[in-house]
Nanobody, 122 residues
Framework: QVQLVESGGNLVQPGGSLRLSCAAS????????MAWYRQAPGKQRELAAS???????NYADSVKGRFTISRDNAKNTVYLQMNSLKPEDTAVYLC????????????????WGQGTQVTVSS
């Protein structure tokens, strides 16, 4: 059993910053790519940023230069530092991780967290 738990969402003013965290726990053998997605009301879920287990990163054009994704493999945790926040960044942010478990080390599945709300408003 694997769980992803996000934290750090909040209400922030435009131009402000937030740091999201997502910790994976359970019977984990290895974690591969970790990512942050976001979903605004009435919109499709979109990838905000991803990071491989080799620390290669990828960002949506809309967040490049403002968001930074990082990971701490010792803590099985991925972070999203969000700076210069805009009202259009308002969304539920969900983390995902591609994980092989101790039960099946050769099978990789995508796990999701429950989401954390980020609201950017004055």
């Amino acid at each position: 059993q694997v769980q992803l738990v996000e934290s750090g969402g909040n209400l922030v003013q435009p131009g402000g910053s937030l740091r999201l965290s997502c910790a994976a726990s359970g019977s984990i053998f290895s974690i591969y790519t970790m990512a942050w997605y976001r979903q605004a009301p009435g919109k499709q879920r979109e990838l905000a940023a991803s990071i491989t287990n080799g620390n290669s990163t990828n960002y949506a054009d809309s967040v490049k230069g403002r968001f930074t994704i990082s990971r701490d493999n010792a803590k099985n945790t991925v972070y999203l530092q969000m700076n210069s926040l805009k009202p259009e960044d308002t969304a539920v942010y969900l983390c995902s991780a591609n994980i092989a478990t101790m039960r099946s080390v050769y099978s990789v599945y995508t796990y999701w967290g429950q989401g954390t709300q980020v609201t950017v408003s004055s």
